[in-house]
Nanobody
Framework: VQLQASGGGLVQAGGSLRLSCAASGIIFSFYDMTWHRQAPGKQRELVAVITRGGNANYADSVKGRFTISRDDAKNTVYLQMNSLKPEDTAVYYC????????????WGQGTQVTVSS
């Protein structure tokens, strides 16, 4: 199983980035897909979830700015990030889960997002 995250980079505040996470080795449509982030010195936090049925939920800190989506035909989940702020700077990880309660079956390797002020 592999989750390959990409799309990170350096962007100015107010800018946009689109992250992608391509999955292989799993039946993608059977999994809820998630994006998390971890800033230096902070705990990893859940940013967005999209269920296998296509329902999306977001952390309060990103609501209205970030959009999670999935393409089951391409085994890929996306995170469109708009109106980026310096506090969005973190390593972003995707994860796949069939469980409840904040546990995850598979993790991607992370992609760095840096937002300059």
């Amino acid at each position: 199983v592999q989750l390959q995250a990409s799309g990170g980079g350096l962007v100015q505040a107010g800018g946009s980035l689109r992250l992608s996470c391509a999955a292989s080795g799993i039946i993608f449509s059977f999994y809820d897909m998630t994006w998390h982030r971890q800033a230096p010195g902070k705990q990893r936090e859940l940013v967005a979830v999209i269920t296998r049925g296509g329902n999306a939920n977001y952390a309060d800190s990103v609501k209205g700015r970030f959009t999670i989506s999935r393409d089951d035909a391409k085994n890929t989940v996306y995170l469109q990030m708009n109106s980026l702020k310096p506090e969005d700077t973190a390593v972003y990880y995707c994860a796949a889960t069939q469980r409840r309660g904040g546990t995850y079956d598979y993790w991607g390797q992370g992609t760095q997002v840096t937002v300059s002020s």
